[in-house]
């Protein structure tokens, strides 16, 4: 079991930045790739980014790329998401996940584990 919990949120204004962080506790959580995931209101949950078990790999949606960055540290068991140039569209209640796996996904179903989210709003 993996329990993950996601803090930073808030509100920014348009071109600002945030950094949301993602704390793991329980299993080994170098064995498990990591992903961000977000939702906005009506809208279904979209992949934004995701990171290698080991840190060495990593991609993005093409919407966040160049401007959001994943990263992780394994003897913190936490991993980031650092967000810039925030534009209103990336208003969203962003979500942690954990795979079991050594490579990123990209896909929400394969992730075994989630944290209960951190909402970032953008405002123009």
């Known amino acids: 079991q993996v329990q993950l919990v996601e803090s930073g949120g808030g509100l920014v204004q348009a071109g600002g930045s945030l950094r949301l962080s993602c704390a793991a506790s329980g299993r080994t959580f170098s064995s498990y790739a990591m992903g961000w995931f977000r939702q906005a209101p009506g809208k279904e949950r979209d992949f934004v980014a995701a990171?290698?078990?080991?840190?060495?790999?990593?991609y993005y949606a093409v919407s966040v790329k160049g401007r959001f960055t994943i990263s992780r540290d394994n003897a913190k068991n936490t991993v980031w998401l650092q967000m810039n140039s925030l534009k209103p569209e990336d208003t969203a209640v962003y979500y942690c996940?954990?795979?079991?796996?050594?490579?990123?996904?990209?896909?929400?179903?394969?992730?075994?584990?989630w944290g209960q989210g951190t909402q970032v709003t953008v405002s123009s």
């Open positions: 990171i290698t078990w080991s840190g060495d790999g990593t």
């Open positions: 996940a954990a795979a079991h796996s050594s490579y990123y996904h990209i896909v929400s179903r394969e992730y075994d584990y």
